[in-house]
């Protein structure tokens, strides 16, 4: 399992390594992959050229490149799930996170797409199970959009506006306690969640006895 990490690794830092001496070509072709295989996050490049951005035009030239091309490699993945069905990515995503994303989208619809473009949720495998679960391919584009729109958008907004201050905090311990605190109080509830997307699987023991009439 190491050694499979360190291989993954390796190529990721090929991929990004590659791909920062195309600038926004560069860009668009990690989003895509990213959306259709699940390879590289695309943050590992937008972050760095957000830094190095002259203006907002090129930070919003940085974010829509980013956007677009994810949404389009996410179309790619939901063509594969619409034709090859749940067995065949079930191979490479686990059947209890396929699970939880199908009952994602039958709970929350367009929204669940959303949530999964903006949050660590493998957004390759929801767009892989959107497929083999026909979701309507305008509410599911539509979804993608405005939740890739929104997660690169605010790392624009961010990195533009407050990047030294931001790069200035990396180097603080009280900035990684406070960062880290934070994200337990968040990881516990949304981990629940998570779980509990599979029914049955976060509740306590039931009581199965029968009593006679």
Do not use: K
């Not at 690794?9 to 295989?37: C, K, N």
């Not at 749940?86 to 191979?91: C, L, M, Q, T, V």
Request: aromatic share 12%; glycine share 14%.
């Amino acid at each position: 399992m190491e050694g499979r990490r360190y291989v993954f690794e390796g190529i990721t830092d090929s991929i990004i390594g590659w791909a920062e001496g195309f600038g926004l070509l560069g860009l668009a072709v990690v989003a895509a992959i990213e959306a259709a295989l699940p390879f590289v996050p695309p943050d590992l490049l937008v972050l760095p050229l957000v830094l190095g951005a002259q203006g907002f035009l090129a930070i919003l030239a940085i974010v829509l490149t980013a956007t677009i091309s994810s949404v389009f490699g996410s179309m790619l993945g939901y063509a594969f799930g619409a034709h090859a069905g749940r067995p065949a990515f079930e191979r490479i995503v686990s059947g209890t996170t396929v699970s939880r994303l199908e009952s994602m989208t039958l709970r929350y619809g367009s929204a669940g797409v959303f949530l999964a473009a903006i949050s660590p949720i493998p957004y390759v495998a929801m767009a892989w199970t959107a497929g083999a679960g026909r979701m309507d391919l305008r509410l599911f584009v539509a979804a993608g959009l405005v939740g890739r729109g929104f997660r690169f958008g605010m790392e624009g907004l961010v990195l533009g506006l407050w990047g030294e201050e931001f790069l200035g905090l990396l180097g603080n311990p009280w900035a990684w306690l406070t960062g880290g605190l934070l994200a337990l109080m968040l990881f516990i509830p949304l981990n629940r969640w998570w779980s509990g997307l599979i029914p049955g699987e976060d509740s306590g023991p039931t009581n199965t006895t029968t009593h006679d009439p």
